[in-house]
């Protein structure tokens, strides 16, 4: 079964601290991977995706990695504001017709001033 | 560029009783996808069409929730009747050629 996990949960952080999400995968035969924020009441914005054939992603302060033999990404926050204060929700997508996306529950990221 | 819509936004009902969404995908997305994201989980496919024909639905509870895309652009996603475990988020979400999915704001559902 293709399953998604990430971890932690949550986490709190004071601002200006640098962070580490982690997101796993069981089947490793993925065509890609994405890095959403959801903020409450809203939809997901997708931040980052890393094609199975690249090893990372960089958009401003955040940096996604990938480790498919593993099964394992990260997305690092660097200089963490409140403004990030968020849902991040990992996913994965296999290509084919549906190239449909199985996503992780989330972290819940909390930026204290 | 105008992003993906959804209505209503909120709605809450008794269960047993019917509801609708409604979604308007990005202009030109082809491909428009419903997921349903159950409190502290993440979003969880529902069904894809392709222009007007169905891709994949093999997680819809085909007993209870109906879906169509008429004409291949707008989408109206049906449960009926309701029931308490149906209380989510039900989102929407685009994609044209490419490989990035574009989600529009959800309608978040509650059965009483």
């Known amino acids: 079964k293709q399953e998604v996990t990430q971890i932690p949960a949550a986490l709190s952080v004071p601002e200006g601290e640098n962070l580490v999400l982690n997101c796993s995968f069981t089947?490793?035969?993925?065509?890609?991977l994405q890095w959403f924020r959801q903020d409450p009441g809203k939809g997901l914005t997708s931040l980052l995706l890393i094609q199975s054939s690249q090893r990372e992603q960089t958009s401003g302060r955040l940096n996604a990695s990938l480790d498919k033999s593993s099964g394992r990404s990260t997305l690092y926050i660097a200089a963490s504001q409140p403004g990030d204060s968020a849902t991040y929700l990992c996913a994965v997508s296999y290509g084919g017709a549906t190239n449909k996306l199985i996503f992780g529950t989330g972290t819940l990221l909390a930026v204290q001033p | 560029e105008a992003g993906v819509a959804q209505s209503p936004r909120y709605k809450i009902i008794e269960k047993r009783q019917s509801v609708a969404f409604w979604c308007n995908p990005i202009s030109g997305h082809a491909t428009l996808y419903w997921y349903q994201q159950i409190l502290g989980q993440g979003p969880k496919l529902l069904i894809q069409?392709?222009?007007?024909?169905?891709?994949?639905d093999s997680q819809l509870p085909k007993d209870r929730f109906s879906a169509e895309r008429l004409k291949g652009v707008d989408s109206t996603l049906k449960i009926q009747p309701a029931k308490l475990e149906d209380s989510a988020v039900y989102l929407c979400?685009?994609?044209?050629?490419?490989?990035?999915?574009?989600f529009g704001p959800g309608t978040r559902l509650t059965v009483l």
């Open positions: 069409f392709q222009n007007n024909g169905v891709v994949d």
């Open positions: 979400a685009s994609r044209s050629s490419g490989d990035w999915q574009f």
């Open positions: 089947d490793s035969a993925i065509y890609n």
